[in-house]
């Protein structure tokens, strides 16, 4: 199976640098037109069936790209972020660097927040159950933190070493019953590279 992993487009958060976690934000009209430009590449690869986080973010990117007929899911919800909801990165950094960076990397927690090992469960689990049934692509509309965990969970990537996931990017791993995980395409945008994509 390959799992084509899609991340929403830029939100209205993302473009004031706001955390966003589970908070349920709208795309931009920049991150519509940006999920748009996927949707001829998603066309062209012909997914078997469509998963998506079920916040607005997703929903709205999975429609943009076409996903056909995608099922909801509260599993590939993004990393809850607890206290730091809503605040702007600039200020949490100033606050402290330190504990950013160990959210970053996947080594700290927010206060109030979810930890890293129990979202990266959360997440693995979904793709697990879709395992389930055979599909050769499966594309999972979802959030970067949900990418960053599925590629350490399944290729032992830790967060620390992975660049922040672009807006409406693809990445895509292929998943074997006999082989290890492989990486594909990590971070393709269609129209252009983003080497300084928001979190």
């Known amino acids: 199976m390959r799992v084509l992993l899609v991340r929403h487009g830029q939100s209205e958060w993302n473009a ?3 955390l966003q976690g589970q908070a349920d934000i709208s795309l931009s009209e920049l991150g519509r037109a940006q999920a748009r430009a996927l ?5 062209e690869i012909g997914p078997c069936r469509s998963v998506s986080s079920d916040l607005a973010r997703v929903r709205e990117t999975a429609d943009q790209i076409g996903a056909v007929e995608p099922r909801f899911d509260s599993g590939l919800r993004e990393n809850d972020l607890g206290d730091w909801t809503g605040r702007d990165i600039d200020d949490i950094q100033a606050e402290d660097a330190a504990a950013f960076q160990g959210w970053r990397a996947g080594t ?9 090992a129990a979202f990266s469960n959360r997440a693995s689990a979904v793709i697990e159950a879709e395992r389930a049934t055979p599909c050769d692509n499966l594309l999972v509309v979802c959030h970067g933190g949900v990418v960053r965990a599925l590629l350490q969970h399944y290729l032992g990537l830790p967060p620390a070493h992975i660049i922040p996931v672009a807006p409406a990017s693809l990445t895509a791993f292929q998943l074997s019953d006999d082989k290890p995980a492989r990486l594909e395409l990590f971070n393709y945008r269609p129209d252009e590279l983003d080497f300084a994509a928001p979190d």
């Open 16 to 18: 004031t640098r706001r």
């Open 39 to 43: 949707r001829p590449v998603i066309a």
């Open 108 to 116: 700290a927690t927010p206060p109030g927040g979810e930890t890293w």
